[in-house]
């Protein structure tokens, strides 16, 4: 005998006719027994579940008709694709398809942490399973594959995927392009694979498998749920009703299928709203035992409490950024990438909820701290959930994507790692990183010519353009040891904006004038000089390089100044006099970087860098090559010099605009 009555399909149906009305298509029946019978939430902690729109209103979060009504339009609540802290109650920013399953792993993998850490006998605290609904779309793109696949290897039995089968994609039917057996896939990986042939109409058959899949102890579920496209309208099963909002009469005509008035918009039926209000009631209750709960494990593990509380509540331990080294200029010379592991062996004892990992290159990248327990299933012998340290294997994409999962999780400050021109591999998820203001950290090594002998397939010289172009993105390239601790400072210390450290595999000497709290601008002055004729500014591994150039031409009698940016973003965000105390008017500013040159005409005249591939070669005489030696800096800083002289009248810093950079309008701040 079902469970379900005729009010279920009606509010089944009520999800359908709201959906076609917003211009939304949705798995109404499958939504519909999951909001009701399975997930815990409370809408009035708009953050406990991610939920499309139709169903956060109909649940009680504060997204209202109207906002129902405003579906793509300006500063509305309701955007296109949902995207994190702009709408009540949605989790990740998933609109690139493959990235919201590669985002539930991470959510899974944070949930498994987590609940190992703290959970004890009788204090279930942190138990949730993640729920995620993907199409065929998502399950074509490779980032799904990586991160799918990470997924069975960890045996993540809370993670429970809903793959909407109904075989179209914007191209038509997947016969076209889409025609691997998918099931066995997900069976090679690792999965539970369930079937619901029905999945339009069988809720009992979806309820159970979802209850199946949430039993399951063992391994990740991918539920197969056969669907017809755009069910119930004129144009069901075929790939007009994907991309096509619904015209009226085909609206008409599906309402009255339903029992709808087919005049009337976006409504609710009382009875249908009174099952939503008591799903609504029946969350609240369970925080409020969730509450007692704690309470309870408050007054026997007071210590372990506060410590959740306060991961949970975003604060970093008391005192951590003491453990940063710091370093003076009798120090031995060191390659960034070693010197990032320093800091990684100082930090990661007194930080407990950083974790991370590297795309299979940890002993390249240097990321495995003294002392630290691999994340891996227990029945392994390789590790425990409680383990901080995971291994991705290679799956930059699917490494960072499920980064962010971990970051919106909460309670958990996640990095990964790779060569810094993998991270182009990464580069979908990286947007989505910055797009969602999550605190994600990017360790990338080997990041430039520096690197010698692998050559121009592994030298980004371009990866930092678009690195430094992408919104609300730090991208650090430090010089020297106090450089790297003050990266990492501000990408541990900015809770919405994530950050790429671009480290490098040759040793750099620690530099005479550097220090954290200069660092930290962003950009600063290393070497100061009055009247100066020139001011040679760089970063990373070039910063050590012109501080020898700038040796050469005080020799000719010409006097210099050098100013080091490691990071742009952070050094725009200063106030206009001391961006211009760093780079002043009155005299020519010349960029060195071993990069293109693009990203440096906001704050240089004239700027020496790459303008094409890098080169296989020991890294000297890949750096000769390209002029990008004491001498070759030199030379190129003297033309500059007798250029600017010979043109004559007054020189203006680049930073001097009249458009303040750091005041201008941010997206959604």
Known sequence: MSSFSDIDTKAVN????????????????????LWTRYMNYNPKDPKCCALQYVLLHLTGYDVSMEDLKSFRQLDSKTPGHPEVDHTPGIEVTTGPLGQGISNAVGLAIAQAHQGAVFNKDGFDLINNKTYVFLGDGCLQEG???????????LQLNNLIAIWDDNRITIDGDTDVSFTEDVEGRFRAYGWDVLH??????????ISGAIAQARDCQTKPTIINLRTTIGYGSLKQGGHDVHGSPLKADDIKQLKEKWGFNPDESFVIPQDVQAVFDKVRDKGEQKERDWDALFKKYQEKYPEDAAELLRRVSGRLPEGWEKHLPTYTPDQPAIAS????????NAIAPVIPELIGGSADLTGSNL?????????QPPSSGLGSYKGRYIRYGVREHGMVAISNGIAAYGGLIPFDATFLNFVSYAAGAVRLSALSKLRVINIATHDSIGLGEDGPTHQPVETAAWLRATPNMQFWRPADGNETSASYYAAISSAHTPSTLALSRQNLPQLKGSSVDKARKGGYVLEEEDKADITIVSTGSEVSIVVDAAKILREKGLKVRISSLPCFEVFDEQPKEYRLSVLPSG?????????NTLPWYKYAQEAVGLRAWGASAPYQDAYKKFGLTPEGIASNAQKVVDFYKKRGGDIFSPVDTALNYNTELEYRD
């Open 337 to 344: 990438r070693k010197l990032s592991e320093t800091v990684l």
């Open 367 to 375: 990321t495995r701290w003294k002392g630290a327990e691999d994340f």
């Open 143 to 153: 980032v799904a594959s990586e991160a799918c696949s990470l997924a069975g290897h």
């Open 587 to 595: 005299a020519p500013i010349m960029a060195v970087e071993a990069y």
């Open 196 to 205: 619901v042939d029905a999945g339009d109409t069988d809720l009992d058959a």
């Open 14 to 33: 009520t999800i359908r006719t709201l959906a076609a009305d917003v211009v939304a298509k949705g798995m109404a029946p499958v939504a519909y027994v």
